[in-house]
């Protein structure tokens, strides 16, 4: 199995910044896109942002401008900067990836695997 880490949350005033850290860790052939989610509590898990392969992004509306997500492929890690944060931005943030790997054979396998989740609290 692919076993995703994130870090860098934490507690931040409104207009601060925080960059959040994925490392994927296993015999990895390929991440062929990473995303960002987020989720507050009550709340459904929404998508903030994503990466492909080539290293083309989108981002969720509500964060565009203010997030900047990229990776590094030598490193099999994935960043999010997250600047002028604001109180509604509070949530637990996810790593999302689907990976190509190997596990237990010499075949290539691929799925789509998820982060334990950090916490980023935004104060007014």
């Known amino acids: 199995q692919v076993q995703l880490v994130e870090s860098g949350g934490g507690q931040v005033q409104a207009g601060g910044s925080l960059t959040l850290s994925c490392v994927a860790s296993?015999?990895?052939?390929?991440?062929?896109?990473l995303r960002w989610f987020r989720q507050a509590p009550g709340n459904q898990r929404e998508l903030v942002a994503a990466?492909?392969?080539?290293?083309?992004?989108n981002y969720a509306d509500s964060v565009k401008g203010r997030f900047t997500i990229s990776r590094d492929n030598a490193k099999n890690t994935g960043s999010l900067l997250m600047n002028n944060l604001k109180p509604e931005d509070t949530a637990v943030y996810y790593c999302?990836?689907?990976?190509?790997?190997?596990?237990?054979?010499?075949?290539?396998?691929?799925?789509?695997?998820w982060g334990q989740g950090t916490q980023v609290t935004v104060s007014s």
């Open positions: 990466i492909n392969s080539g290293g083309s992004t």
């Open positions: 999302n990836a689907d990976v190509s790997y190997y596990s237990g054979s010499p075949l290539l396998r691929r799925w789509e695997f």
């Open positions: 296993g015999r990895i052939e390929n991440i062929n896109f």
